[in-house]
């Protein structure tokens, strides 16, 4: 084979490498290896021509058929026989967390509503986790950002004013007596209570991270 | 139909490799001149999900002329799985041809 060859050989490997890596194929070393010794066997040592390369790589077909055939679902894999517990894959547990902690961070816009909806679903979903877990996960991934934002530090820190009426019978002429509570500001931040429940929830959420992470890793399919 | 074809493909190769181990080539070649496989290179995803089974084996000889070859043999679970099929196939096929061309039962 002279350089001509030589490329255009290096050319059909190229693409079916490609194609295989698009699809994801697993075993694309392994196919790689198989279709290059089968056109050096087919080409063998002697002289070949560009035409009698072409015509072994067209024998081999179109790179893409063959990483369809090596992607197909619908195969059975001898190996694969048994099914696999749902959405158990070693990607689910960052995920899950990862979609949680970050879209309640960042609540204010729509989008982030959709994603944590999708990591509360995927790890309700998932074979990976007791229903505890999964409680556990739900209410305390959440909870720093509902911290940070429910104490007013996430957001403009403006003083939010609530009028209260206290409970007056009707018909009782007296005047009803009406309190307005001032909440948030920067109140709250100073406040012992505040800064206590904001690093308990940051704390519970942490640590609901790392347990559910960790379980879920030494559950997760390799 | 694919499913069945490619189904069928698979126990092709390993009842070629029956009679002893064979290179990929030969293998491509015997069954395109059967008209069993439409283009060579689709054999190998094909090896590859025998061999990851377990029913195939690989090997790299050298070969009488030019570079080492990889050559394929059937493992006993392979054999197995072929003899199982052909047990099946057989009765399969005929019921399947007498259908077709309206023969009574």
């Known amino acids: 084979m002279n350089n001509t060859e030589i490329a255009q050989v290096g050319r059909y490997l190229t693409e079916l490498e490609a194609a295989l890596a698009e699809r994801a194929v697993a075993d694309r070393d392994d196919i790689l290896a198989s279709v290059r010794d089968h056109i050096e066997s087919a080409l063998g040592d002697d002289d070949v021509s560009e035409a009698d390369v072409a015509q072994v790589l067209t024998q081999l077909g179109d790179p893409l058929a063959i990483a369809a055939e090596a992607a197909d679902p619908d195969v059975s894999d001898p190996l694969d026989r048994g099914a696999r517990p749902r959405w158990s894959a070693r990607w689910v547990p960052a995920a899950v967390i990862a979609l949680i902690m970050i879209s309640s961070v960042l609540w204010a816009w729509f989008l982030p509503l959709i994603t944590l909806a999708a990591g509360i679903v995927l790890l309700w979903g998932s074979a990976l986790w007791t229903p505890g877990e999964k409680l556990a996960g739900t209410v305390l991934l959440p909870a720093p950002a509902v911290a940070w934002w429910g104490l007013g530090i996430g957001s403009v820190a403006d003083e939010m004013c609530v009028a209260e009426s206290t409970g007056v019978e009707v018909g009782s002429g007296q005047a009803e007596q009406v309190d307005v509570v001032c909440e948030g500001g920067t109140a709250v931040w100073e406040s012992v209570v505040g800064t206590g429940l904001l690093v308990a929830a940051v704390l519970g959420g942490v640590m609901a991270a790392v347990l559910l992470y960790r379980r879920g890793m030494t559950r997760a399919h390799s | ?105």
């Open chain 2, 1 to 105: 139909m694919t499913n069945l074809r490619r189904g069928a493909l698979e126990y092709c190769i390993l009842a070629l490799l029956r009679e002893g181990e064979r290179y990929g080539l030969d293998i491509a070649r015997e069954l395109t001149g059967r008209s069993l496989l439409a283009s060579e290179g689709t054999l190998y995803p094909l090896l590859s999900r025998l061999r990851k089974g377990g029913l195939v084996a690989t090997s790299w000889r050298e070969s009488d002329a030019g570079p080492p070859r990889r050559y394929y043999s059937l493992t006993p679970d392979g054999q197995r799985a072929v003899n199982v099929f052909e047990a099946t196939w057989v009765p399969f096929r005929s019921g399947v041809d007498a259908v077709l061309t309206g023969r009574p039962a």
